[in-house]
């Protein structure tokens, strides 16, 4: 599968890359500038000891990719999205947004939430499917490509054959995937990771993450 990952020069998309690289999928690091995505596949491909990463612009990765991973600050995530528009017809979005308050990050930025990807759907339209994860999963976390992470991921939105798509990356990335049902829940999952935050900050760590527990065998 052909992945680009917008902002994939960050902390969340880098881990993300490393992981789905290691894991023999396809990726396309976008950026704002092209040189800074090229700078920093060379990186993740040095520390991968073989090159499999590429870097481009968040265009030419939304272009080129089959799926479309969005990995920016909240503050851009609209945005983004308008500049890749045209390039994301009949294509899946996995949005991992998640709303902080940038005057107070321990907190959502409106009273009256709705998720990102609601905001996403709402402005992409029919024809392009967004679905939420990952917004529960520290970076320090998922940037060790090795290392087991008992932390699940819960995986909303409307269209059920887009989440199955991204249950399956999900798992190539090393964790266990949940389907999470319909967009509004994307609200509570999103929810979740300020009081992460709290629980890092209160139990001085930087890896709380949430695990689901009574679920049939299978899913264990
Ligand atoms: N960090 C985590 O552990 C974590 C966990 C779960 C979910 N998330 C979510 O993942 C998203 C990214 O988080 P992050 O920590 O990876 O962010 P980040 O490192 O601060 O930024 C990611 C990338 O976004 C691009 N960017 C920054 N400002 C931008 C702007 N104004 N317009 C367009 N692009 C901009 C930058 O790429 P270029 O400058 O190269 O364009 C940057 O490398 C956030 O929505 C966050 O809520 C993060």
Excluded at 20 to 28: K, L, P, Q, T
Excluded at 46 to 59: C, P, Q
Excluded at 122 to 145: D, T
Aim: glycine content about 8%; aromatic content about 2%.
């Amino acid at each position: 599968m052909k992945i680009g990952i917008l902002g994939g020069t960050g902390r969340e998309g880098t881990a993300l890359a490393l992981r789905w690289a290691a894991s023999g999928e396809d990726v396309i690091i976008g950026s704002r500038e092209e040189q800074r995505a090229v700078a920093a596949a060379d990186q993740l491909n040095r520390t991968m000891g073989k090159i499999t990463i590429r870097g481009a612009s968040n265009r030419q990765a939304a272009e080129e990719a089959e799926v479309v991973v969005l990995t920016v600050p909240a503050s851009a995530h609209l945005a983004t999205l308008k500049e890749v528009r045209e390039a994301l017809r009949g294509k899946l979005v996995i949005d991992a947004t998640v709303s902080l308050d940038p005057d107070a990050p321990g907190r959502l930025s409106s009273a009256n939430h709705r998720s990102a990807i609601e905001e996403a759907q709402e402005f992409l339209g029919a024809g392009i499917n967004v679905v939420a994860a990952f917004q529960n999963v520290s970076y320090r976390l998922l940037r060790e490509p090795n290392r087991k992470i008992d932390c699940d991921v819960l995986v909303c939105g409307d269209d059920p054959e887009a989440r199955q798509i991204a249950m399956a990356l999900v798992e190539k990335a090393g964790l266990r995937a949940l389907d999470a049902g319909p967009a509004h829940y994307a609200r509570t999952v999103e929810g979740l990771t300020p009081l992460l935050l709290e629980l890092n900050r209160r139990y001085k760590t930087k890896e709380a993450g949430i695990r689901i527990t009574g679920l049939p065998e299978k899913e264990r």
